[in-house]
């Protein structure tokens, strides 16, 4: 309920943004800093990487090392949770805005403890579609407490909206879109395939030891059962021998947590036309590398990592599932296929191999939607008017820059609910 009286903050309001890991905030590029910008106190939370460093130098904002793990562990998860509450109990945030299901609920619960005036939940995926038995339950469980704590739920895609809806999770009434979903794709800066000259394209594929000539299909992601690797694999052996230049170019890292069948690793690292480059950060230079961004994941929330690719004029093939479907258009910026099928990914791979002509046509159509209606200014300033919007209800008036924003963001998939 919106409080009788505003209140007037003689502070900057406080923004912290909770990860379990620190590469999930390489979605939020360039908006920590629009946001320190326009006034806010911003702070980072995530587990300890170099990459977290980075991410407080790059966007000059503060950061917090604290450790959480992915994966189910209850005694480390109450350790992390006492954390949390005392961080906030020092920090006061005005707004705690939590992102990735572990970090999702035990932030919401620390920020609920601590009576953070704003709460917001981002949910990005739902792992729990893949699983089954008692881990579904759990995982199930985590979304909700995660989304019943917060003023406000937000979600990367209308497709895994109507998911969360259907599994009642979240009613439809706390659970929005911002416009498109995404927070955006720098494809004049970062993503842009214009600073990828064929040289560069050629000394990438050297140092990866893919032939000059050859026909790449690359994947990025974690290399696990999820990520749909099997099939990947399985699409290989139907294709390689009728398509001799074809090679893979896998950009990722195993993980226990979602382990590959037995014996798939050792067929992937054994067969010489496929090649591994290990997690890395700077792929636009990997991109340029590529023919084709192949991405055969069972769940999606919004698969970044393909409107990056489309930006670099790739076409995608990928599973026709909820997040996939937002961010790829089927016959026009890539391929959607049958999820869990070896033979159904070859297929569509195969029209990408036989057909140079389409390639070039479906990527640079994933280039010019990017450009349309993925720009991260847009999102920034959706992202402001929200939080700015929720404060409002809660009673806060922050001291914050008063800002001009476009009609995108009076787009209609943007419509935050009031707080409770």
Not at 167 to 188: F, K, N, T, W
Not at 247 to 268: M, N, S, T, W
């Amino acid at each position: 309920m919106k409080s009788s009286s505003n209140k007037l903050t003689h502070r900057p309001p406080v923004l912290v943004h909770v990860t379990t890991v620190p590469g999930a905030l390489r979605v939020l590029r360039g908006q920590l800093a629009h946001m320190r910008e326009q006034g806010y106190e911003v702070h980072a939370v995530s587990s300890p990487e170099p990459l977290l460093e980075e991410i407080g130098k790059r966007d000059q904002i503060q950061i917090h090392p604290l450790l959480m793990a992915r994966e189910i562990a209850p005694f480390r998860d109450v350790l992390s949770l006492c954390k949390l509450i005392l961080l906030f109990l020092r920090l006061k945030p005005d707004v705690v805005h939590s992102h990735t299901p572990k970090a999702g609920m035990l932030a919401m619960i620390a920020a609920f403890l601590t009576r953070v005036p704003v709460r917001v939940y981002h949910i990005r995926g739902l792992r729990f579609v893949t699983a089954s038995g008692f881990k579904r339950k759990l995982l199930k469980t985590c979304e909700w407490i995660a989304c019943h704590l917060a003023h406000q739920v937000l979600c990367v895609s209308r497709s895994v909206r109507q998911v969360a809806i259907e599994e009642q999770i979240v009613s439809p009434s706390r659970i929005q879109v911002l416009l498109r979903g995404s927070h955006g794709i720098d494809a004049e800066q970062v993503f842009h395939p214009k600073y990828q000259t064929f040289e560069s394209r050629q000394q990438t594929r050297e140092k990866w030891n893919v032939p000059a000539d050859a026909t790449v299909v690359g994947f990025v992601g974690r290399l696990v059962r999820d990520k749909g690797i099997l099939e990947f694999y399985e699409a290989f052996q139907q294709l390689k021998d009728r398509y001799p230049e074809l090679h893979y170019l896998i950009v990722g890292f195993f993980e226990d947590g979602d382990p590959l069948p037995a014996g798939l690793r050792e067929k992937l690292e054994q067969e010489p036309r496929i090649h591994f480059t290990g997690k890395q950060f700077d792929t636009p230079p990997l991109f340029a590398a590529m023919d084709v961004l192949c991405l055969p994941t069972y769940r999606e929330g919004l698969p970044f990592v393909t409107l990056e690719a489309a930006a670099m004029e790739l076409p995608i093939v990928a599973t026709d599932i909820p997040g996939c479907v937002d961010a790829i258009v089927h016959n026009e910026t890539g391929l959607l296929v049958d999820v869990a099928n070896g033979e159904a990914l070859a297929q569509g791979l195969q029209v990408y191999l036989a057909e140079p002509f389409l390639r070039q046509q479906h990527g640079q159509a994933g280039r010019e939607r990017v450009l349309r209606d993925f720009r991260p200014l847009d999102m920034w300033r959706a992202t402001d008017e929200l939080y700015r919007s929720l404060m409002s209800n809660r009673g806060l008036v922050p001291q914050l820059k008063v800002t001009v924003t476009e009609s995108s963001v009076e787009n209609k998939f943007f419509r935050p609910a009031k707080a409770a």
